[in-house]
């Protein structure tokens, strides 16, 4: 099992930034991806971002490409999201997921562990 913790959310005004961050324990060895996700009121949950826990190669959704970045620290076993640039229409509860598995890092059917979630509000 893996236990995953994010922080960092909160309101901000459109065009200012946030880091988010994600916290896993227990059996972090079999990490091969984590990965973040966000769902709006009245939408389906989405793809944002995702990383290759051992080769850190990064994936983004279109609608952040360029203004939101994901890392990860291996040594404290914890995922990043710098998002710049925020609009409007970024406000969503953001999860945090991670999986053993290898296949599509932007598929929430990929992924078997999930944070509770932080609420991400940008006014405009």
């Known amino acids: 099992q893996v236990q995953l913790v994010e922080s960092g959310g909160g309101l901000v005004q459109a065009g200012g930034s946030l880091r988010l961050s994600c916290a896993a324990s227990?059996?972090?060895?079999?990490?091969?991806?984590m990965g973040w996700f966000r769902q709006a009121p009245g939408k389906e949950r989405e793809f944002v971002a995702a990383i290759s826990w051992i080769g850190g190669s990064p994936y983004y959704a279109d609608s952040v490409k360029g203004r939101f970045t994901i890392s990860r620290d291996s040594s404290k076993n914890t995922v990043y999201l710098q998002m710049s640039s925020l609009k409007p229409e970024d406000t969503a509860v953001y999860s945090c997921?991670?999986?053993?598995?290898?296949?599509?890092?932007?598929?929430?059917?990929?992924?078997?562990?999930w944070g509770q979630g932080t609420q991400v509000t940008v006014s405009s």
């Open positions: 227990g059996r972090t060895f079999s990490i091969t991806f």
């Open positions: 997921a991670a999986t053993g598995r290898w296949g599509d890092a932007m598929s929430g059917a990929m992924y078997r562990y």
